[in-house]
């Protein structure tokens, strides 16, 4: 299968590129000084299951230079869908499938609008990983991880055979039968305990360590959970003992990838996130005070470095 990766950060970069290593064709789409890179030297990994490097000359920065692909894996960030949706044209017929693997619950419908001649299905990726410095990208979890579905009815022939790709890879993979639950799943842990981490800078092992900051992250847990119950999703109750299990996972000093994108100057995926909840919150009537919190003062450093972002040249 013929793959395209949109975003080769810390989890386009990584699965992307472990699939490459299996054998599949993968190109990878990227931009600035990572791309720059990139394209020099070639993407490299470092990580758990081994280091290994994708060469440039299956990276590129213009769609236009691809045919079609049978599976796009969209990883950018959330605020830069639309205008990466609108560069698929290129890489789409009508049996092409766009995985989105981005943070949020509502990426997969904003490409549907722009993309409605193919399938879009959405993806939540479990991974510790992300770029250390321009074309490098450092995986520390020991877990690689994709859940992946239709947003309704049944997956498609390529999904199984994506599925298959994926297991050949290394990667572990579930084609999910309710994947609309699967992110908001993921979104009562990221928007509560990796805001969290950026909203206070402490780790992972700090935030748990401490009852008071811990009981805050369960509680900003629940709120995220009685808006999806709200919104008829079906999500898990927050069982903190099983939350700290997960966890372990992580090593104590880990940080959210929120946390690196605010203190490198970088927009944050807070609107994807904590405004999210906050809105879909006062939509149907349910209180999140923890999380207009934290939106409120994290978005003020988003709005200042998407602004700083904006003045310096496109490719920097």
């Known amino acids: 299968m013929r793959f395209v990766v949109m975003g080769a950060g810390g989890v386009g970069g990584f699965f992307g590129a472990a699939l490459a290593r299996a054998g599949e064709d993968v190109w990878f789409v990227g931009r600035g000084k990572h791309f720059d890179a990139m394209q020099r030297e070639g993407l490299h990994i470092t990580s758990t299951v081994g280091n290994f ?3 440039p000359s299956q990276i590129v920065k213009d769609t236009a230079l691809l045919g079609p692909a049978n599976v796009i894996l969209f990883c950018v960030k959330s605020y830069d869908t639309e205008a990466a949706a609108r560069q698929l044209a ?21 490409i549907a609008a722009l993309l409605p001649h193919c399938s879009t299905y959405g993806g939540a990726a479990y991974i510790s990983s992300r770029i250390t410095a321009p074309g490098q990208i450092t995986e520390t979890g020991g877990f690689q991880r994709i859940v992946f579905g239709p947003m309704s009815g049944e997956a498609n022939d390529t999904a199984k055979d994506v599925h298959t790709c994926f ?35 402490l780790t992972h092992g700090e935030i748990i360590g401490n009852p008071k900051t811990r009981g805050l992250m369960f509680d900003a847990m629940r709120e995220v959970q009685s808006v999806a ?13 099983r939350v700290l299990e997960g966890l372990k996972r992580f090593s104590d000093d880990t940080r959210s990838s929120m946390y690196y994108d605010l203190i490198a100057g970088k927009p944050m995926e807070v609107e994807a996130l904590n405004g999210t909840v906050v809105r879909l919150g006062e939509r149907v009537g349910v209180p999140t005070p923890i999380h207009r919190v934290i939106y409120a ?16 040249p496109a490719d920097s």
């Open 90 to 110: 290129p890489l789409l017929n009508e049996r092409s499938l766009i995985i989105s693997l981005q943070n949020g619950v509502d990426n997969v419908e904003k």
């Open 297 to 312: 003062i994290l978005l003020s450093y988003h709005l200042r470095h998407t602004a700083a972002s904006s003045e310096r």
């Open 53 to 55: 490097t994708i060469p």
């Open 167 to 201: 297991t050949h890879a290394g990667i572990k993979s579930q084609l999910s039968v309710n994947v609309r639950k699967d992110l908001w799943q993921k979104l009562m842990f990221i928007a509560s305990m990796g805001s969290l981490t950026a909203l206070s800078r």
């Open 229 to 241: 119950l709200k919104l008829g999703i079906d999500v898990d109750a927050v069982d903190e003992s």
